[in-house]
């Protein structure tokens, strides 16, 4: 997703208690090839933009909702937006409780 709507998803989330995740600061390309600059005079192509990666992991009950969330607050219309994988989940383990399952969620 474009770096400039994190905030807004996190905080989205964050309200409907969705509050645990993860983020990495990553570069990607896809549909959108990149954006061509200027330096020098110069044009040159940035082929690999700056994005942001969430990893959420929720309860299948709160999938939807968090799905609807992300969209509504990630979208900007423009090519770039990102994209939302959805996998399964074998099994979570919180190391602290020893609990599993949804209950570790």
């Known amino acids: 997703m474009r770096r400039e709507r994190f905030d807004r998803v996190k905080d989205a989330l964050a309200k409907v208690g969705l509050v ?4 990495y600061e990553v570069k990607g390309r ?4 990149g954006i061509v ?3 020098k005079g110069r044009e040159y192509r940035e ?8 990893e ?3 309860r299948d009950e709160d999938a939807e ?8 607050e ?12 959805i996998s399964q989940i074998d099994d979570v383990v919180r190391i602290r409780t020893g609990e599993r399952g ?3 969620i």
Do not use: H, M, N, W
Request: hydrophobic share 40%.
């Open 30 to 33: 896809g549909r959108q090839k």
């Open 20 to 23: 645990g995740l993860t983020t």
């Open 47 to 54: 082929d690999l933009l700056p994005k942001v990666k969430i």
């Open 65 to 72: 909702k968090a799905i609807d969330i992300i969209q509504s």
């Open 56 to 58: 959420l992991v929720v």
């Open 74 to 85: 990630a979208r900007s219309g423009e090519i770039g937006d990102g994209k939302i994988f």
């Open 102 to 104: 949804a209950e570790a």
């Open 37 to 39: 600059l200027s330096y």
